[in-house]
């Protein structure tokens, strides 16, 4: 990847999450909790419907960056604030995850990209921070 300068918008990208979408992800991460997969008990705990993990969430918001720096092993760190959860509905559609990046500093070959995801025009992740190695 070459240098990047501040306010470089790094490609967006919208991940689709299903029911089944959580039920592979319970089965490889084994967070089995109710929240993720029963509708019942959802409701119960004051939810209003099934939600995605919020590690998977994050997990798709940090692909946008590494897709973006095509090198994995460049992240530094990553970290966010879960703020909204992702209602995922069973109607065959599932819920829409849009994720996008901007460059808002690089020092020593570092650039700081800022994240923003959304799923039905609402925040799910606050001060989403990564830092990759650039240059």
Same mark, same amino acid.
């Given at each position: 990847?070459?240098?990047?300068?501040?306010?470089?918008? /790094?490609?967006?990208?919208?991940?689709?999450?299903?029911?089944?979408?959580?039920?592979?992800?319970?089965?490889?991460?084994?967070?089995?909790?109710?929240?993720?997969?029963?509708?019942?008990?959802?409701?119960?705990?004051?939810?209003?419907?099934?939600?995605?993990?919020?590690?998977?969430?994050?997990?798709?918001? /940090?692909?946008?960056?590494?897709?973006? #720096?095509? !090198?994995?092993?460049?992240?530094?760190?990553?970290? #966010?604030?879960?703020?909204?959860?992702?209602?995922?509905? !069973?109607?065959?559609?599932?819920?829409?995850?849009?994720?996008?990046?901007?460059?808002?500093?690089?020092? !020593?070959? /570092?650039?700081?990209?800022?994240?923003?995801?959304? #799923?039905?025009?609402?925040?799910?992740?606050?001060?989403?921070?990564?830092?990759?190695?650039?240059?």
């Amino acid at each position: 990847m070459n240098r990047v300068d501040v306010g470089y918008e /790094i490609p967006s990208r919208d991940f689709r999450i299903t029911r089944e979408t959580l039920v592979r992800y319970a089965g490889a991460s084994g967070d089995f909790n109710v929240i993720h997969w029963n509708e019942r008990i959802a409701h119960e705990v004051g939810l209003p419907d099934v939600i995605a993990h919020g590690m998977l969430t994050m997990g798709m918001a /940090i692909q946008v960056v590494t897709d973006w #720096c095509e !090198d994995p092993s460049a992240l530094v760190d990553y970290g #966010c604030r879960f703020t909204r959860p992702v209602v995922v509905p !069973d109607d065959g559609v599932g819920a829409t995850l849009h994720v996008s990046g901007t460059v808002t500093a690089v020092d !020593d070959n /570092i650039a700081t990209v800022s994240l923003k995801a959304m #799923c039905a025009d609402v925040s799910v992740l606050g001060k989403a921070i990564a830092r990759v190695r650039v240059g």
